[in-house]
């Protein structure tokens, strides 16, 4: 008990912060959620085209062509990329940029990535001694947890650690579920309360992976039609926040 008061500092917090500015408490959900509310609200439905990956963008004084892996291309006055921390949108940016302002964006800024965090999160149900509306967090040392308790007690968990060194754009580890059963094995007693440990959360397992958080903030965020946006721009080491009560 000594050792575990030493090491570990846990507070236990609720979802009310938002209230007083919002009128409504945070909540947290799945993903799939926000996205099925934010296109139930889309009028013409038409638009949105599913399962396209875009390869190419040409870029003239006139406007922008899309172009897709399946052979389809559309065309516009700009393109706006929200594809993620490998957008294609923002290399075709660049090479768009390099080629007609050669040196305004330079290489250090495309390697500008990186990576010193991982990451094993995971999505539980109702596990005894965690309720709706909970936010805890544990700090231990090389290690630190958050968990939020949502609608019907499912349990949103995170467990962060500091890789052995920073990771650059290029070598940053990807992991498998092996892996991810490794991380998790090896901290099984961390307390999320009192009487409740990560373990338990761990066996009411629905989903969980491990991955690598990517950092980056780039300075150029738009160049002639493009603009860029979320992660693909700024980036940002999810959770880490949660890590500074790491020594
Ligand atoms: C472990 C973890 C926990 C997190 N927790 C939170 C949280 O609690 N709250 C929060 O606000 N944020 C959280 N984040 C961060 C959040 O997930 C990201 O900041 C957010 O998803 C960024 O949204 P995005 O649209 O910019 O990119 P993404 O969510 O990565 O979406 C990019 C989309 O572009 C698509 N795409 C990629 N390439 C192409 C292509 N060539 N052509 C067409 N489409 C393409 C992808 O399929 C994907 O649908 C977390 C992140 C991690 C890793």
């Known amino acids: 008990m000594k050792i575990l008061e030493w090491c570990c500092r846990a507070y236990e917090l609720t979802l009310t912060w938002n209230f007083s500015r919002t009128g ?10 926000i996205l099925e509310v934010l296109y139930r609200q889309v009028k013409d439905k038409s638009k949105i085209l599913t399962s396209k990956r875009v390869s190419h ?4 004084a006139q ?10 291309s559309y065309e516009g006055d700009i393109v706006v990329g929200a594809d993620g921390v490998f957008s294609v949108v923002r290399q075709e940016m ?16 495309k390697h500008h990535m990186k990576s010193e965090y991982q990451i094993l999160y995971g999505i539980s149900s109702a596990t005894p001694g965690l309720t709706a509306g909970h936010y805890d967090v544990t700090y231990m040392k090389d290690v630190s947890s958050m968990t939020v308790i949502g609608k019907n007690d499912t349990v ?5 650690s500091r890789m052995d060194r920073v990771y650059k754009f290029g070598e940053i580890p990807r992991y498998t579920k092996q892996d991810a059963e490794a991380f ?4 099984l007693d961390i307390n ?6 990560f373990g338990d959360v761990w066996k009411n397992r629905k989903y969980s992976t491990l991955v690598a958080t990517e950092e980056a903030d780039y300075k150029h965020w738009t160049w002639g039609r493009f603009a860029c946006l979320g992660d693909s721009v700024h980036k940002y080491g999810s959770g880490c926040h949660e890590l500074t009560g790491l020594d």
Request: with cysteine; charged share 35%.
């Open 57 to 60: 963008v040409d870029h003239t």
């Open 94 to 109: 660049w090479r768009a940029a390099d080629r007609e302002e050669p040196g305004l964006i330079p290489d250090e800024e």
């Open 156 to 160: 949103f968990w995170f467990l962060f």
């Open 192 to 197: 999320l309360q009192p009487n409740v440990k």
């Open 63 to 72: 406007g922008v062509t899309v172009k897709c892996t399946d052979d389809t």
């Open 184 to 187: 998790a094995e090896r901290h």
């Open 24 to 33: 409504y408490d945070a909540v947290f959900l799945d993903r799939q959620l």
